[in-house]
């Protein structure tokens, strides 16, 4: 009987370098690099979204990490992340304008979208500005 119960609770010796072995060590070595902790998390997210197959999972993660901790307790390095991807889109509105096959309708929307992108980079702007000037927001006193 004892010898029934240990060959049911066999370890599977083939798999310690598997995918979660994988996601351990990148874990570590990040760490050890001293990386952002958001960073790790928003890599760990898109590791776990590959491996569960549920599309969209590190974006929202993403989002999330942006709402909570950058635009709720004002982190600097997630807002200014988030001033670096709106700029790369406000560029490539900006040149999407220049094309002539768009009409004078789309050309009115691409303006829009555009003034709207310049008025979030200024409010991403003060954003960092609050974060720099007061660090000590960042932290929530726990009762």
């Known amino acids: 009987m004892p010898d029934e119960q240990t060959s049911s609770k066999t370890v ?26 958001f960073d790790i998390i928003y890599h760990l997210a898109r590791q776990l979204e ?21 635009f709720a307790l004002q982190d600097k390095k997630l807002i200014t992340d988030e ?16 094309k002539p096959e768009f009409t004078e309708e789309e050309h009115v929307r691409i303006g829009f979208a555009i003034e709207r992108h310049k008025k979030n980079i200024e409010r991403l702007k003060l954003l960092i500005q609050r974060a720099k000037d007061d660090p000590a927001q960042l932290y929530l006193k726990k009762n």
């Open 12 to 37: 599977d010796i083939t798999k310690p370098h598997g995918k979660q072995q994988i996601m351990k060590m990148d874990l570590l070595d990040m760490i050890h690099r001293a990386e952002n902790p």
């Open 83 to 98: 001033l670096h991807e709106v700029e790369a889109r406000l560029k490539r509105i900006e040149e999407a304008q220049q």
């Open 50 to 70: 590959q491996e569960s197959s549920e599309p969209g999972y590190a974006a929202y993660v993403k989002e999330q990490l942006l709402a909570v901790y950058g």
